[in-house]
């Protein structure tokens, strides 16, 4: 049996849980990794967060064979992705250099617990109104809500590790940091958002 882990240089680690919750919250559409038989298995799908807790909640489509893996308190795998953007070799100061991948993630593993009818509803709910649409639910029937509900299935993760890496030009020089917030402060919304997380590293 081996331990699932991600790699993490060092100077890429993140060992304050703060922004990994954040990153949580506003990158809530990860991905859930079960590996039944040592086959991986995963599914695309909304979290709620919840830090208080030290939880994960989600639900999948009752037709999708992923819940049946998570009847067993087996760990599992969530793996959320904030902004990423690539590195251009030209904006260092030196040369010859390589191009990478500048990128915030989180690794999430917890034991599962299937959740009942009442706790399902509560994770819709709170699902909805974390994204601002909670009238979205409260606008439909009991019967249709209900009909709906019972073609999912709710789950929670009760979390045993957070693992997070923020690959932001941490081992590069303070001019070529600088370099790189500018470029990418040119481009679009993924790479101005990279760009940010570096801004917040500088003194």
Do not use: C
Request: proline share 5%; net charge negative.
């Amino acid at each position: 049996m081996y331990s699932i882990q991600m790699y993490i240089p060092t100077f890429n680690a993140v060992t304050e849980e703060a922004p990994l919750w954040d990153l949580m919250r506003e990158f809530n559409f990860a991905m859930l990794i079960t590996a039944p038989d040592g086959i991986p298995f995963a599914t695309s799908i909304p979290f709620t967060a919840l830090e208080n807790t030290r939880k994960l909640t989600a639900h999948v489509a009752k037709a999708n064979p992923q819940w049946q893996h998570l009847e067993t308190p087996k760990e599992v795998l969530v793996v959320f992705q904030a902004e990423h953007a690539l590195i251009s070799s030209r904006w260092y100061e030196k040369h010859p250099n390589v191009p990478t991948w500048n990128y915030a993630t989180v690794h999430v593993y917890g034991t599962p617990r299937l959740l009942n009818t009442d706790e399902t509803r509560a994770q819709l709910i709170a699902l909805m109104e974390h994204h601002g649409h909670g009238a979205d639910m409260s606008a439909l029937s009991e019967k249709y809500k209900t009909g709906m509900q019972n073609e999912l299935v709710g789950f929670e993760i009760s979390i045993t590790r957070l693992e997070g890496k923020f690959k932001l030009s941490q081992n590069r020089s303070k001019q070529d940091q600088q370099n790189v917030i500018a470029k990418l402060e040119q481009q679009g919304e993924l790479e101005r958002g990279i760009a940010a997380r570096m801004k917040e590293l500088q003194p």
